[in-house]
């Protein structure tokens, strides 16, 4: 049974919709993230599987109940907050203890309870301690201990690293994996920040203008990209787009554009003479050519990020620009000419109007 | 160094003359007269020293005075900070924002109303006969007459009650718009932590806000010492010395009554001090 069920839900403040007819089943224990960018509607979503803002139109269930109209205690749900929203008038062991003592639980038990949960979170020497004596990545840790002692059935997590800086958000997005590998609550975790998405996700939902662009795993989101927005907000650096048009050739088909005409087999993908496609090509799957390597892409360094391992050249090629990741022992000059080739398996297609992959299902 | 350090006594000298000039010389002129035995009806006068504070002691009306006037005090303050909160928060969790800006505008109408005014408007309001407020009584009891400020056991009520008409509803806009500075968060994980709307503020809003509400309450205590102008009006200290408050019965005993200006100014004095002794104390155990 799924433990969350969003039914052509809709979300609309007077005559703005923010979500459109979405459609979501949640799996018990797994880890789904909604990604996208500023404004998609996916922290709206988690408040509305919260109960903190209401549903305009649709169904959500949460374990098998239909909660649009359950007040948020009621939902058996737990929320993490992106500014970590405590009492700051409380100790930390007052936050914790805060919704079992609003659930009348004996005192005895709420001592036992916040022990252990801040035992395993290492809260606790800071339990007489108010918020702001603590430092950022402790606060966060007291709000998720604050979300672990109800031992919900779901946990919301809506943005709770991005307060956080670079250092201890790598420290604390491990943290939150080993705490679901442990726990294996349903979660239900919102972010802008697609490594946070790669690096948690059992699932990667990927929202835009309130509407899913894909629903899948973060290796299918990234090799097979179901269009060109996904194609394009996934991956780092970002993919590059040529426009090319499509010819028949002998054995296979060209693509002509950006300087250059490149051939392939095509075999992979639904293509007619003559269309306006989008070649995609990720900057680490271009690599420096061979002696007689077909497919090349080539034009002069314009620019040279040193990223340590590897470096990331742009170029000009008939006007456009592209980004290729080498190897850092690998870099040009700048100024010098440079040629790229890629593997047809590596690259994607996608209709130049709709933004559709043309990839065969 | 030591011409950037004149600067500021520059501006500030004068500014502190003119306050002191203008604090102290009244003040130490009263405290002087209260040593006196300074009467309107007569030139003369020789210094008595403490005899006058001596007599304020045995001065039943006095003590009187001094009972009502904790009695003012008391039940304004709390009133007053009840009806602000209670509203603030009703407000806060019914009105749309809308209502709550011509709630805020209404209430907001009776602190505006000069002291005098606001006494006259209700004293008419409370008269047996024809007051708004006493109709509901005739109504009910078929004309039976209901004269609340001639009552010893309701007038310091009735009076109180304007006061609170005025401030607690001004304090309420206050409220309401402190709860409307408060981050949504808090409120938000207390709604997920099972709590009632009422134990959300209980808990969790009003503690945020303790700072800011203490701050009003030292406001109010303050403006409740200045009461002079509403009790004069409505009942004047009366019925018999029901609603004579300190202030009250410095000014009859000054002016009205006996003329007798040291007396009442010896009264002043202490009040001075047991204000400052008082506020002190109390601001102490707010800042610990």
């Known amino acids: 049974m799924s433990a969350i069920v969003c039914s052509h839900v809709d979300k609309a403040y007077g005559a703005t919709t923010v979500i459109r007819d979405l459609n979501l089943a949640i799996e018990e224990h797994e880890f789904v993230v909604f990604l996208g960018p500023s404004g998609c509607g996916k922290s709206t979503l988690l408040r509305m599987l919260a109960g903190l803002e209401d549903i305009s139109g649709g169904e959500v269930s949460i374990g098998g109940k239909v909660v649009n109209d359950l007040e948020p205690g009621d939902r058996g749900i737990a929320m993490v907050f992106q500014n970590y929203a405590l009492y700051p008038h409380m100790t930390i062991f007052d936050n914790v203890a805060f919704g079992l003592k609003r659930q009348k639980v004996p005192a005895a038990e709420i001592k036992k309870r916040v022990e252990a949960v801040s035992r395993t979170l290492g809260l606790e020497p800071y339990l007489g301690r108010k918020p702001t004596e603590l430092s950022g990545g402790q606060q966060q840790r007291v709000a998720i201990a604050r979300a672990m002692i109800k031992t919900p059935k779901v946990f919301l997590f809506d943005e709770p690293l991005s307060n956080l800086d670079a250092k201890l958000r790598n420290h604390m997005r491990v943290e939150i994996a080993r705490l679901h590998q442990s726990l294996k609550t349903t979660t239900v975790y919102v972010t802008h920040d697609q490594l946070e998405a790669m690096t948690l996700a059992d699932r990667i939902v990927l929202l835009k203008d309130g509407v899913i662009e894909q629903i899948g795993s973060p290796a299918e989101i990234y090799r097979r990209p179901g269009n060109l927005f996904v194609a394009g907000f996934i991956g780092t650096p970002n993919m590059n787009f040529i426009e090319v048009t499509v010819g028949k050739g002998k054995d296979g088909w060209t693509l002509t554009g950006a300087g250059t005409v490149l051939s392939l087999q095509g075999g992979d993908f639904n293509l007619r003479h003559g269309d306006r496609v989008m070649l995609g090509i990720r900057p680490p799957d271009l690599k420096t050519a061979q002696a007689g390597a077909a497919n090349l892409l080539q034009g002069t360094a314009d620019l040279i990020e040193f990223h340590g391992n590897d470096a990331l050249v742009t170029f000009g090629s008939g006007g456009k620009e592209i980004s290729a990741l080498v190897p850092a022992r690998e870099c040009p000059e700048l100024r010098a000419p440079v040629r790229y080739s890629f593997d047809e398996e590596s690259i994607h297609l996608f209709d130049a109007t709709s933004g559709a992959s043309l990839r065969k299902q | ?288």
């Open chain 2, 1 to 288: 160094m030591r011409r950037r350090s004149s600067l500021p006594v520059t501006f500030l000298v004068p500014t502190l003359a003119i306050l002191l000039v203008l604090s102290m010389v009244p003040t130490l002129y009263a405290i002087v007269i209260a040593l006196q035995n300074r009467e309107l009806s007569t030139t003369g006068y020789s210094w008595v020293w403490f005899s006058n504070f001596a007599d304020l002691f045995l001065d039943r009306r006095f003590l009187n005075a001094v009972w009502v006037s904790v009695k003012w005090e008391v039940v304004t303050v709390v009133a007053t900070m009840v009806v602000a909160i209670g509203l603030g928060v009703l407000m806060f969790e019914v009105a749309g924002p809308r209502l709550r800006n011509f709630y805020c505008l209404l209430f907001i109408i009776p602190v505006l109303l000069p002291r005098v005014s606001a006494a006259f408007v209700w004293k008419f309001a409370y008269h047996p006969l024809y007051g708004i407020a006493t109709y509901p009584y005739r109504l009910i009891t078929g004309g039976l007459i209901f004269d609340p400020l001639s009552k010893p056991a309701t007038a310091l009520f009735a009076v109180a009650s304007v006061d609170v008409w005025q401030w607690g509803l001004f304090f309420a806009v206050i409220v309401l718009k402190l709860l409307e500075t408060l981050p949504p968060q808090p409120i938000e994980a207390a709604r997920l932590d099972h709590a009632k709307r009422w134990q959300i503020h209980a808990y969790v809003t009003l503690p945020m806000l303790k700072a800011p509400l203490i701050s009003l309450m030292f406001v109010k205590m303050i403006e409740s010492l200045r009461s002079f102008d509403l009790i004069y009006v409505m009942t004047r200290g009366g019925p018999g010395v029901a609603t004579e408050t300190l202030d009250m019965y410095a000014f009859s005993q000054g002016f009205i009554e006996s003329g007798k200006v040291s007396y009442a100014s010896a009264m002043a004095v202490l009040m001075m001090i047991a204000t400052v002794i008082t506020f002190t104390m109390l601001w102490k155990r707010v800042q610990a």
